[in-house]
């Protein structure tokens, strides 16, 4: 009995260290990563959403590829080539770097992102669903670099501005406007390249799903000129750019139709949680908001009493439903805390004063760009119908 | 005699010891470069021109900071930040570098450029005339991202197009078209970028030196579609692409005047020898040319016959002077060979064939993009005029 017990058990033994063996074996379908530089090979993904790296560093003691939050050791051939693997990642567009001999530096076969804080490596792991945001043979909208001077705050700012397909044939057509506002450690630039903004309305439009319309992507950091006072806060002014300075500059350089019911205004976190304050305090400029994976209670999971929260905005629901023409939350099942509580909170609050709002899920994203680009494609759809 | 000899010499050697110690030792005025990620210290440059980087990389043997076709060896600090200097660089831009343990990576402390066949780290050297190129509280003009697909190459492509500052006010004004092109190893994003075509148009219309016109920054690389034999070697249709997809797109989404007057074609390099061709064969098309560093008989410096250059299109100086308004060619003092010599012979063999052209020379600088600035900013004051 003994006997026959311990060869089961090292039966079992045996058969779990072959399945360890096998699931830690990537399988050798890997391609390289569409957003990588031209020619480039490396990074690659494959089937299971591994992510594969490759660096010559001939003379380093340990390579690591750093994604997710995790950092995987590479291994390095009799060439001199490091090369390693991570685990599966979600499906979407992830940001990460790699390290060598404890340097943190982009991977030199990407393409670049701004996101983290940094210009960095990305990566996109195909999505079942990626055809929404895929460059097709549809007419393209044009993004245009602006370059303005804010006086608030004193410095050269720049926003992109998508203008739809057929924008400059007929000069008498005016257009709604979308404000759309990245998140923390992101800037402008973040909508057009790793949000695919302009491919998925693009797309939208040309499917006549979406109404055409003009998108605004601003700088979310916007702070008053400082005073000089030693260890003195940084005040934020970005409402006030907005509303004095950036909303005035588009409707006179482009052919937009300037009243609150043809302009909405949305943000991913950060962004969602500026824009829901700034739509609220300017109801006679916006009549349409998107909050993708935030709202402005963040960072707060209690309850919250309508009577206070941003002084009161949300406490006469059937005046805010007259107002309000859409309101728009959303966010990615997978994201991390506190984000399902926050938004949870504050979907409480909106259901219990019965204020009529749209809830989006994306399915098996986190707090990351797919969540993101699936909730601009959902809400694109919704507003200026 | 012997002894006063011998101390002479030790005298002389020990001043001579003290000079070299002396210009090896940087000036200590070392600033983050203009070109530096947001927040990012290094790398600087100091009043000398000397390139400083720094970065962590506690377990590495050997960092070194790679600029200018030079590897200069960094210093670990006791927390485990290396440090090191270049030589004087020359005033302008210059892609760079750096090595870790073997491993060439983009120093995470700047913005991103494409050059040098990758996207990379630059670096700004401020310059005795940087004004011209500095952002400025002018009207400025927008850049615009426009994707298209073309049939030629089976392919997506993109170009940027500046439109000036006023374009879009009033819808009756027509414009000039200036056709930019990139060098080899570089892209459609290189002259608004590095290049700074849209600040340095920006300033002169402003200051009136410059007509408003239109700026189409394509990609110079555009290859038929493979035809699937091992080893073919793909043919450019760039010229195909440009005259039959490009320049109509332009005339068609653009408020452009379109005809050969209004239309100017410029490239650097490769992109001078490309659009001298073009212009060359399409007179009907364009009235002016810029030549940037480059030529079409590169890299040959051997007399030209015009006779049989290509094709004779320079063998009657005459017709040639009343069709071309601006014929403009232009090159860094300090660039390297055969540019000198290409140019030159080109040249020899204008002023043999009577041809009318203008010559400029960019003072300090080699074959990088100080002097394609330079050159711009001067030929776009003498086109359209």
Known sequence: ????????FFVALFVYSISIAQSNKSLEDFKPSLVNQQGKLFPQVNSE?????????????????????????????DKGVWTGESAPQDEGFHYYQLNIDGASVPDPGTKYFYGAGRWGSGIEIPAVDQEFYTLKDVPHGLVSENIYFSKITNSFRRCFVYTPAGYEKDAKIRYPV?????????DETGWQTQGK?????????????????????????????????????????FEEVVITEIIPMIDTKFRTIADREHRAIAGLSMGANQTMRIIMNNLDKFASYGGFSGTSNYPSTAEIDPATFLDGKFNDGAAFNKQIKVFWLGLGTKEPNPFPGSVGAFRK???????????????????????WRRSLHDFACRIFQ
Not at 58 to 69: C, H, T, W
Not at 178 to 186: A, N, R
Not at 226 to 233: K, L
């Open 49 to 77: 959403r591994r992510v594969r790296a490759s660096i010559s560093a001939p003379e380093a003691n340990k390579v690591q590829l750093d994604i997710g939050g995790v950092k995987y050791d590479m291994v390095k051939d």
């Open 197 to 237: 903004a302009n491919l998925i309305l693009d797309n939208l439009i040309a499917a006549k799903k979406a109404i055409p319309m003009i998108i605004v992507m601003d700088n979310g950091y916007a702070y008053k000129p400082q005073s000089g006072e030693p260890n003195a806060r940084p005040t934020s002014v």
């Open 349 to 371: 609050m909106l259901e219990k004063q019965g204020i009529k709002y749209v809830y989006y899920e994306s399915e098996g994203t986190a707090h990351e760009w797919l969540t």
């Open 178 to 186: 979308l404000y759309l506002q990245h998140g923390s450690f992101e």
């Open 1 to 8: 009995m003994k006997f026959k017990k311990n060869a089961v």
